[in-house]
């Protein structure tokens, strides 16, 4: 997924990102459904709501920040009915180049931990930079789930 930057306009960071618009709207930014959104640039709207330079940096930098991702509900579901009560995290590696799920009991010392809507979701150091901006999707279609 492409970078977001503060030069690009509000509309066109949240078609890339859809959390973009979470996250503007945690910092007191409503405006996402107004018609700005086409004109302005995330730089241009924070700084209208009050937002400092530094601000507007760490926003940027919180929307960037490797360890988001989104589970898709159809996806929530199963991973919460597989892992039950015998495993405690869901964990996202990499084997031979592409991001794998595993269900795992519990936490080695080199994986960091996220929690997305109730799941523990493990993944190694080396790999935050991949699961940046993943969306766990779930098709019967594609075979079980699709991590894009």
Same mark, same amino acid.
């Given at each position: ?85 015998? *495993?405690? *995290? ?47 999707? *779930? ?10």
């Amino acid at each position: 997924m492409r970078e977001i930057k503060k030069n690009m306009m509000i509309g066109e960071a949240i078609s890339i990102n859809p959390r973009v618009a979470d996250i503007l709207i945690g910092q007191g930014i409503h405006c996402i459904g107004c018609s700005g959104v086409a004109f302005e640039t995330l730089e241009q709207g924070m700084k209208a709501h009050g937002i400092s330079n530094k601000g507007v940096n760490d926003v940027i930098k919180k929307i960037n920040k490797p360890g988001h991702l989104e589970i898709a509900k159809n996806a929530e579901s199963k991973i919460k009915d597989m892992l039950g009560k015998k *495993y405690a *995290y869901l964990k996202i590696k990499e084997k031979n180049g592409k991001l794998r799920l595993s269900l795992e009991k519990k936490k080695n010392s080199d994986d960091c931990e996220i929690k997305e809507n109730g799941i523990k979701i493990l993944y190694s150091k080396k790999n935050a930079a991949k699961i940046k901006s993943v969306k766990i999707d *779930y098709s019967d279609a594609k075979g079980g789930f699709v991590i894009k």
